[in-house]
């Protein structure tokens, strides 16, 4: 019984998670979002027997995904409002 | 021990829900990505945790995986912070 | 022998749990974001080293990789931390204070000094 309530838990923050994610206009925190995204999600993969698919994404997506992202933003820039008033002037 | 058992992964919960109201609240950047260390942090305490409780050696693993490579995105996000990365 | 064992194991996991809890209440609680730093990160990696070293208790044959997981925590924990810390000061974010003592001010100077002559 604790487990399935713990599981409806878990559902409700990757989902406030992810949703935070998509409607943030900073994409320093969209990525941050990401990052919790990819945690609660492994523990999922955990939950359900497959450890070799939770080390994968565990790997991958706290480390890997945050570095590029990251090194993406630094590249271009941060606020997402800015590349859309870019690409408005541009048409 | 059954008892010791639910309260913890009850207080475990009730960490998680706190940190991540603190990550949606947080007013800077350095807020969020402090709730982002304290949610892998406990992520990591509850998987070995629960590779007790299914006692499964191979689970320790996945919890190895987070104890070395938790700390790398945060430091990668503190650089970009300051400015130096 | 192995019930003393197993109890203290118990009674390290509930420990670890209890400050793994107030480490995120303190996150929620504290007034500006040093004091939350100092909450969240002390208070959870004495929670978290607590419970690990707990179970390792219960199962005496898994210890070695719960002793690596034991000294990683230790280990990055704090340095996040101090990485998190150092940013946000020099980014400016002023620490909320009844007595206004800041002593890292004069370090940074110090340091800014000695880098420009």
Do not use: C
């Not at chain 2, 913890?8 to 960490?15: D, E, N, P, Q």
Request: aromatic share 8%.
């Amino acid at each position: 019984m604790i487990f399935i309530i713990l599981l409806i838990i878990m559902a409700v923050l990757l989902l406030a998670a992810a949703v935070y994610s998509i409607v943030h206009r900073d994409l320093l925190f969209a990525v941050m979002g990401t990052g919790i995204v990819s945690v609660v999600l492994s523990l999922f993969f955990y939950l359900l027997q497959a450890p070799d698919v939770a080390l994968t994404e565990a790997a991958i997506g706290i480390a890997l995904t945050t570095i590029i992202f990251i090194i993406t933003i630094r590249n271009t820039t941060r606020d997402e409002d800015e590349i859309i008033d870019k690409e408005n002037e541009k048409l | 021990m059954t008892i010791i058992l639910t309260i913890v992964f009850t207080l475990m919960a009730i960490g998680l829900i706190l940190s991540m109201f603190r990550f949606v609240k947080g007013p800077r950047s350095g807020d969020r990505a402090m709730a982002l260390d304290t949610f892998s942090i406990i992520i990591t305490a509850a998987m070995v945790l629960l590779a007790h409780v299914f006692e499964r050696y191979i689970y320790v693993d996945v919890a190895l995986i987070y104890a070395v490579l938790g700390f790398v995105g945060v430091i990668v996000i503190a650089r970009y912070i300051e400015g130096a990365l | 022998m192995m019930e003393i064992l197993e109890y203290i194991g118990m009674a390290l996991i509930l420990i670890g749990g209890i400050f793994l809890f107030l480490g995120a209440l303190g996150l929620v609680r504290m007034p500006d974001l040093y004091t939350r730093l100092q909450a969240g990160t002390k208070a959870s990696t004495l929670g978290a080293m607590s419970t690990v070293l707990g179970v390792g208790l219960l199962h005496p044959d898994w210890i070695l990789k719960i002793l690596i997981i034991v000294i990683f925590i230790g280990v990055a924990n704090p340095l996040s931390s101090h990485a998190l810390a150092r940013a946000s000061y020099r980014k400016g974010v002023i620490p909320f204070s009844k007595n206004n003592i800041d002593k890292y001010k004069k370090a940074v100077k110090k340091q800014i000094k000695n880098l420009t002559s």
